[in-house]
């Protein structure tokens, strides 16, 4: 049995719960074409015949703007320490930027093996994927064990980089049972589905500047009763969240319980409250507690 932890790293929306998806063969993590979507390390469970690989996904490293991007920065760094392998995605329709070569240093000075991810070649040029390896491949040097050209998107060579990411792990036990595709609590992965459906639904700052927090399930007779708040910032931006007559909370939740009865396999009530915490972005004890990034700072 070959196994062992793999983290996925990049910069912001180069495609890493894209890529994580696409190789579980089914959504585990939130997806979005919004930078930061991912806020917090997760864990998810890829058990095949012959291997055990757990893929770390993690939120984009970048230049921090306020407290919360720090922790995520610190987070995604974290996430990258004790790791059996590391893949590294790039964009090459964005070009290697200044972030990227700022995770390459980092990724150098683990000294953990690392396969170089070409994310996006169904929509990239080979003058731009030829021009990305020139930029970053110096600055990695004799971290690279392997390099694959991908796309996330449509599945291009995604058996062969699973096959070299079985070949490279070492032979190890069965961390989770086999059924499992995620180490995260049912209420973390419902304030993701809520999440992402105000990542898809909105717009500039708004969905940044929300949070979402699972206050109660409860197995009723003939539903599955979930109330969860929506933080924001503003009071103007509670108003955006709500929408006009109520219509974009609605759409939210629509969105949100489709999703999340056909995970659950019961129907759903799903209660959602909009309430405004004043730059809770900049505040350690919502950021620590009640958003919940305690355990994935440690």
Partial sequence: MKSGFVAVAGKPNVGKSTLINALMKRKVVIVSDKPQTTRNRINCVLTTPEAQIVLVDTPGIHKPLHKFGEYMVKIAVNALKGQDLILFLIDPIDMVRESDLNIAKIIKESNIPTILVINK??????????????????????????????????????????????????????????????????????????????????????????????????????????????????????????????????????????????????????????????????????????????????
């Fill in 121 to 298: 070649i169904d929509a990239a040029t080979p003058q731009q994927i030829q021009e990305a390896e020139n930029r970053i491949k110096p600055v990695l040097e004799d971290s690279i064990i392997a390099e694959y050209k991908i796309s996330a998107l449509t599945g291009e060579n995604l058996s062969e980089l699973l096959e070299k990411i079985i070949e490279v792990l070492p032979e190890g036990p069965q961390y989770y049972p086999e059924d499992m595709t995620t180490d995260r609590p049912l209420a973390f992965m419902i304030s993701e589905i809520i999440r992402e459906k105000i990542f898809h639904l909105t717009s500039e700052e708004i969905p940044h500047s929300t949070a979402v927090v699972v206050e109660e399930i409860t197995d009723k007779e003939d539903l599955v009763y979930i109330r969860a708040e929506i933080y924001v910032e503003r009071q103007s931006q509670k108003g955006i969240i709500i929408g006009q007559k109520g219509r974009m909370i609605k759409k939210i939740g629509m969105l949100a319980r489709k999703e999340l009865e056909a995970i659950l396999d019961d129907k759903v009530y799903l209660d959602l409250y909009v309430k405004v915490k004043d730059k809770w972005r900049q505040k350690d004890s919502i950021i620590m507690n009640t958003i919940g990034l305690r355990d994935d700072l440690e």
